[in-house]
């Protein structure tokens, strides 16, 4: 019913760049604080961006001032431009966040999208 959708993911060459979108869908009021996170073959999940409702961000060291996370709240989506891509930012990058919905009784839901698959070749 309401769930978070991550799309974007390629394959890249070392020093290009992605657009990552997640969008929220379903019936939406609005989305709370959301972040970027990613896996990569062997390591642990790790943060790599986050944004709040007010639109303060904070970022990783690895990515930062590669990376870059926004919101359109009209169209309750959270993109991540990644810049100067590098093949250690292979991994399957994930948006998790809280999500206002009138379902439920009108309630906050913590959410998960399915990943969307980024390679960088070398």
């Known amino acids: 019913q309401v769930q978070l959708v991550e799309s974007g993911g390629n394959l890249v060459q070392a020093g290009g760049s992605l657009r990552l979108s997640c969008v929220a869908s379903?019936?939406?009021?609005?989305?709370?604080?959301m972040g970027w996170y990613r896996q990569a073959p062997g390591k642990q999940r790790e943060l790599v961006a986050a944004?709040?409702?007010?639109?303060?961000?904070n970022y990783a060291d690895s990515v930062k001032g590669r990376f870059t996370i926004s919101r359109d709240n009209a169209k309750n989506t959270v993109y991540l431009q990644m810049n100067s891509l590098k093949p250690a930012d292979t991994a399957v990058y994930s948006c998790?966040?809280?999500?206002?919905?009138?379902?439920?009784?009108?309630?906050?839901?913590?959410?998960w999208g399915q990943g969307t698959l980024v390679t960088v070749s070398s």
């Open positions: 998790h966040g809280g999500v206002v919905t009138p379902l439920r009784g009108a309630r906050s839901l913590d959410l």
């Open positions: 379903g019936s939406i009021f609005s989305i709370n604080a």
């Open positions: 944004i709040a409702s007010g639109g303060l961000t």
